[in-house]
C-alpha cells in the first residue's frame, strides 16, 4: 500500500523539542519532494519547510526558520523535521506531503500533492 505516515509528535513544554518522521511506504522517498505542513485550532493549513527532490533545496517558513530543520534519511525512507525551541504557537497538528521531482518552487500556495499523510499531533504548552 502507498502511503504517507507522520511520527514523532507529543506534548512538550515551551523551549523543548521533537523530531517529526515522514514514512513512506511503497515508494521511494528519494524521488520526492517533501513539504511539511501544520493546521491549528481554527487556522488555514500552511507550509512550513520544503525539501526539493534533489535536496539541493530547503526552504522554511519565517517563523521557523532557525528552530526547525528538515532532512533526509534514505536508509529509512523517511523525511524528518527536527524542532527546536517549540513555542505554544507551533501547537498544531503537522502533516507532510510528497510529490515527485518537485523543487519547492512556490512551495507556500502549493496544494496539491501526489500524496499526503494523516498528520501527527504537537501540542506545546507548560
Known amino acids: 500500500q502507498v502511503q504517507l505516515v507522520e511520527s514523532g509528535g507529543g506534548l512538550v513544554q515551551p523551549g523543548g523539542s521533537l523530531r517529526l518522521s515522514c514514512a513512506a511506504s511503497?515508494?521511494?522517498?528519494?524521488?520526492?519532494?517533501i513539504a511539511w505542513y501544520r493546521q491549528a485550532p481554527g487556522k488555514d493549513r500552511e507550509a512550513i519547510s520544503c525539501i526539493s527532490s534533489s535536496s539541493e533545496r530547503v526552504y522554511y517558513r519565517d517563523s521557523v526558520r532557525g528552530r526547525f530543520a528538515i532532512s533526509r534519511d534514505h536508509a529509512k525512507n523517511t523525511v524528518d523535521l527536527q524542532m527546536n525551541n517549540l513555542k505554544p504557537e507551533d501547537t498544531a497538528l503537522y502533516y507532510c506531503a510528497a510529490e515527485q521531482g518537485y523543487t519547492c518552487g512556490g512551495y507556500v500556495r502549493k496544494t496539491a500533492y501526489d500524496y499526503w499523510g494523516q498528520g501527527t499531533q504537537v501540542a506545546v504548552s507548560s
Open positions: 511503497g515508494f521511494t522517498l528519494a524521488y520526492y519532494a
